[in-house]
C-alpha cells in the first residue's frame, strides 16, 4: 500500500479528513486496518498573512514546505484538505518531490459522475471567489455559481469566527440551509461543500441540494488509491519527471 501524505492547513479539515481515510479502508482492509497516513501541520496562523495579502506565491511555499516534510516521512503522494490551500497549486506543483490529489478535480468527477450540471459553491471567501473551482468543474461542463455577496460574507464570518475552532451552532446551519435554498432557486442541483469544515455543519439529511463533500471525497480517493482500488482518472497531479 501506498503512504498517504496529509498537508494540513486547518486543524478541523484535516482532522476529519484523516478520521475519514480510516473509516474509508475498513471494507478493503478489514477491521482496525488502513494505509499509513502521514501528516504534517504548519499552524493557521502563518498561513493568514499570505491568503490575507492574496499571495498565494507564498501560500505555496507552506504547501511545499509540507510535502517535502511528508516525503521525507515517507509519504508516495500527498493531498490537502483545505480548498483554498489549492489556489496556490501552480506556484509550487512542479517543485513538489510527490505527486498530488487535487480537491477540486476528485470533487468535479463525483459532480459529474451525479449528472450535475450547475452546482452551488460554498467556502471561504477566497474560494467563493477564486477560480479553483471554476475551472476544475469546467473541465468536466459544470457551471459554479457562488452565492450573492451578502452570503458570502455570512459563510465566510462563520468559517473563521466558528467552524475553524471546532463550533458547529445550529442556528449557523440554519443560515447555511438558506442560502442553499437560494442557489437552488437559481437553478444549481448540486452544492459544493468547498471548506473541508463545512461537512462538520451541513448535513445531507437536509440540505435543500444534494451534498459534494469535498473531505469526505478526498479522503475516499487517497485511501482507494493507496489500498489500490484501481487508478482513479482524477489523479491529475504532476510532479517533476512524470505523472502518477
Known amino acids: ?80 484538505p483545505d480548498n483554498s490551500c489549492h489556489l496556490s497549486w501552480a506556484y509550487f506543483i512542479d517543485r513538489s518531490p510527490i505527486p498530488w490529489l487535487h480537491i477540486g478535480d476528485v470533487v468535479a468527477q463525483e459532480a459529474q459522475r451525479k449528472a450535475s450540471k450547475k452546482a452551488g459553491l460554498l467556502g471561504t471567501r477566497f474560494t467563493m471567489t477564486g477560480p479553483m473551482y471554476r475551472d476544475a468543474f469546467r473541465r468536466h461542463s459544470i457551471d459554479v455559481l457562488p452565492p450573492e455577496p451578502e452570503d458570502q460574507q455570512m459563510i465566510d464570518e462563520v468559517i473563521w469566527s466558528e467552524l475553524v475552532h471546532g463550533s458547529f451552532p445550529e442556528t449557523s446551519r440554519l443560515r447555511y440551509n438558506q442560502v442553499i435554498s437560494r442557489l437552488k432557486k437559481k437553478g444549481c442541483d448540486s452544492v459544493i461543500l468547498g471548506c473541508t469544515e463545512i461537512p462538520l455543519l451541513v448535513r445531507p439529511d437536509d440540505c435543500p441540494l444534494p451534498t459534494l463533500d469535498s473531505t469526505r471525497l478526498l479522503a475516499h480517493a487517497a485511501a482507494e488509491y493507496a489500498i489500490g482500488v484501481g487508478k482513479p482518472s482524477v489523479l491529475a497531479s504532476r510532479k517533476v519527471g512524470g505523472n502518477l
Not at 11 to 17: K, M, P, S, V
Not at 36 to 56: C, E, K, R
Request: hydrophobic share 45%.
Open 1 to 80: 500500500m501506498k503512504n498517504i501524505g496529509i498537508v494540513a492547513c486547518s486543524a478541523e479539515g484535516a482532522a476529519l479528513c484523516y478520521r475519514t481515510i480510516a473509516q474509508a479502508a475498513e471494507p478493503y482492509l478489514g477491521e482496525y486496518n488502513h494505509p499509513t497516513v502521514t501528516l504534517h501541520s504548519i499552524a493557521m496562523s502563518q498561513w493568514m498573512p499570505a491568503f490575507n495579502a492574496g499571495d498565494y506565491r507564498g501560500v505555496g511555499e507552506l504547501m511545499l514546505r509540507s510535502a517535502k516534510v511528508v516525503a521525507e516521512a515517507g509519504a508516495d503522494f500527498a493531498i490537502c
